[in-house]
C-alpha cells in the first residue's frame, strides 16, 4: 500500500452566532490552527445552546490536503482510505463517536498553504462527496488508529495532484439543517504521533497494448524496460 500524508492539515472554528444559518455560512471564522501538534485536540464541533436571550450555534471544521502528485499520471488508484488517530473526548449524538461527512475543498493552495479565517465556508463544496456521506461514517471515541473510506470521487481528484477535502459534522452542518434540541458535538484527534494520512493501491498502468500478438495483462517488460515506463512502441 501506497500512504501519502497531509502536508497541510487544521481547524477552523466559527463564532457564536444566534442563527444557525449565519453561523454555518460565515464569510470569516473567529479563529484558525494550523498543523497542530496536540495529543488532544477538537477538530470537529456542533454546538447548540437555547437560552432566555436566544439561541447561539458554534461550529468547527477539520481541513486537509494531500500532495499526491507522485502518483497523478501512470497509476490506477484504488482502496483510498484516510486514517487519523481519535481520542476518548469525542462526544457525538449516539454516545459511540461522532457522525462526520467528507467533502471537497478548495483551500489550502497547492497543499502548501495555511488556512486563514476566510477559508472558513467558501472553500466548501458540500455538494462533491468524498465518501458515503449517509450517516454511517463515526469520528471514532477512542484511541485507536482508525480511517473512513473515501469514494471514486475522491480517486478522481488525484489527476489534478492534490486531494483536498473537509471533514464536517454530519447531522446538522453537512445537511443544512439546525439543530431542534440542545447539543455538545464534538470530534477530538490526536496530532502528536500520526499525521492523518492517505492509504492506497497504486497499480502502474504503463504500456496499455498487446506486442507482436502477446496481450499486455501478460507483458512486464520490453527489451528489459518495464512496462510502467513506457509510453509508446515504435510510436504507438
Same mark, same amino acid.
Given at each position: 500500500?501506497?500512504?501519502?500524508?497531509?502536508?497541510?492539515?487544521?481547524?477552523?472554528?466559527?463564532?457564536?452566532?444566534?442563527?444557525?444559518?449565519?453561523?454555518?455560512?460565515?464569510?470569516?471564522?473567529?479563529?484558525?490552527?494550523?498543523?497542530?501538534?496536540?495529543?488532544?485536540?477538537?477538530?470537529?464541533?456542533?454546538?447548540?445552546?437555547?437560552?432566555?436571550?436566544?439561541?447561539?450555534?458554534?461550529?468547527?471544521?477539520?481541513?486537509?490536503?494531500?500532495?499526491?502528485?507522485?502518483?497523478?499520471?501512470?497509476?490506477?488508484?484504488?482502496?483510498?482510505?484516510?486514517?487519523?488517530?481519535?481520542?476518548?473526548?469525542?462526544?457525538?449524538?449516539?454516545?459511540?463517536?461522532?457522525?462526520?461527512?467528507?467533502?471537497?475543498?478548495?483551500?489550502?493552495?497547492?497543499?502548501?498553504?495555511?488556512?486563514?479565517?476566510?477559508?472558513?465556508?467558501?472553500?466548501?463544496?458540500?455538494?462533491?462527496?468524498? *465518501?458515503?456521506?449517509?450517516?454511517?461514517?463515526?469520528?471514532?471515541?477512542?484511541?485507536?488508529?482508525?480511517?473512513?473510506?473515501? !469514494?471514486?470521487?475522491?480517486?478522481?481528484?488525484?489527476?489534478?495532484?492534490?486531494?483536498?477535502?473537509?471533514?464536517?459534522?454530519?447531522?446538522?452542518?453537512?445537511? !443544512?439543517?439546525?439543530?431542534?434540541?440542545?447539543?455538545?458535538?464534538?470530534?477530538?484527534? !490526536?496530532?502528536?504521533?500520526?499525521?492523518?494520512?492517505?492509504?492506497?493501491?497504486?497499480?502502474?498502468?504503463?504500456?496499455?497494448?498487446?506486442?507482436?500478438?502477446?496481450?499486455? *495483462? !501478460?507483458?512486464?517488460?520490453?527489451?528489459?524496460?518495464?512496462?510502467?515506463?513506457?509510453?509508446?512502441?515504435?510510436?504507438?
Amino acid at each position: 500500500m501506497a500512504t501519502v500524508n497531509a502536508s497541510k492539515y487544521g481547524i477552523i472554528n466559527g463564532n457564536s452566532e444566534l442563527g444557525f444559518s449565519t453561523a454555518r455560512t460565515l464569510s470569516s471564522g473567529q479563529t484558525v490552527f494550523n498543523q497542530p501538534t496536540s495529543t488532544n485536540y477538537n477538530v470537529v464541533k456542533m454546538t447548540y445552546t437555547a437560552g432566555a436571550k436566544g439561541n447561539d450555534w458554534s461550529i468547527r471544521r477539520h481541513y486537509l490536503a494531500f500532495d499526491v502528485s507522485a502518483y497523478a499520471t501512470g497509476y490506477t488508484i484504488t482502496n483510498l482510505k484516510l486514517y487519523y488517530v481519535p481520542t476518548t473526548s469525542t462526544s457525538g449524538s449516539s454516545g459511540a463517536g461522532l457522525k462526520i461527512a467528507i467533502i471537497k475543498q478548495t483551500a489550502q493552495g497547492d497543499a502548501d498553504t495555511d488556512l486563514t479565517v476566510s477559508d472558513y465556508y467558501t472553500p466548501l463544496d458540500y455538494g462533491v462527496d468524498y *465518501a458515503d456521506n449517509d450517516g454511517t461514517d463515526i469520528w471514532a471515541d477512542s484511541t485507536s488508529l482508525s480511517y473512513f473510506d473515501l !469514494n471514486a470521487t475522491a480517486i478522481t481528484a488525484f489527476s489534478s495532484s492534490y486531494v483536498k477535502l473537509a471533514i464536517v459534522e454530519y447531522i446538522s452542518d453537512y445537511n !443544512n439543517s439546525a439543530p431542534s434540541s440542545a447539543q455538545d458535538y464534538f470530534a477530538f484527534g !490526536n496530532f502528536s504521533s500520526t499525521v492523518p494520512y492517505l492509504s492506497f493501491t497504486a497499480t502502474a498502468t504503463g504500456y496499455g497494448n498487446d506486442v507482436i500478438g502477446v496481450s499486455s *495483462a !501478460n507483458i512486464d517488460s520490453v527489451n528489459a524496460v518495464a512496462t510502467a515506463d513506457i509510453s509508446e512502441i515504435i510510436g504507438v
